[in-house]
């Protein structure tokens, strides 16, 4: 099992920055990438960024934040970071990190219980 923890979300306004931690407990060994999505109201869920942990792979953005988002990782304090900046209203939304496992890729069975991010003035 994975246990997953979000953390640092809140009110910016536009063009502000923020930047979201995922501290990863239990079974790390078994992750084979982290991914950062994201929810607003009445919209589909959005993968914002993976970034691969254990094999092969490469980071990937959603076209939407490229540029302005970054995802990284801590492999000292087993967290995962994502960086937002130049922050638009249209980004507000819960973001949840989520897991996939190495015996199952690409299947996301591990999620957090997600943090809320609002772009406003």
């Known amino acids: 099992q994975v246990q997953l923890v979000e953390s640092g979300g809140g009110l910016v306004q536009p063009g502000g920055s923020l930047r979201l931690s995922c501290a990863v407990s239990?079974?790390?060994?078994?992750?084979?990438?982290m991914g950062w999505y994201r929810q607003a109201p009445g919209k589909e869920r959005e993968l914002v960024a993976r970034?691969?942990?254990?094999?092969?792979?490469?980071?990937t953005y959603a076209d939407s934040v490229k540029g302005r988002f970054t995802i990284s990782r801590e492999n000292a304090k087993n967290k995962v970071y994502l960086q937002m900046n130049s922050l638009k209203p249209e980004d507000t939304a819960v973001y949840h990190c989520?897991?996939?496992?190495?015996?199952?890729?690409?299947?996301?069975?591990?999620w957090g219980q997600g943090t809320q991010v609002t772009v406003s003035s």
């Open positions: 970034i691969p942990i254990t094999g092969g792979g490469t980071t």
């Open positions: 239990g079974i790390i060994f078994s992750i084979n990438t």
């Open positions: 989520a897991a996939d496992s190495v015996v199952t890729p690409g299947s996301y069975d591990y």
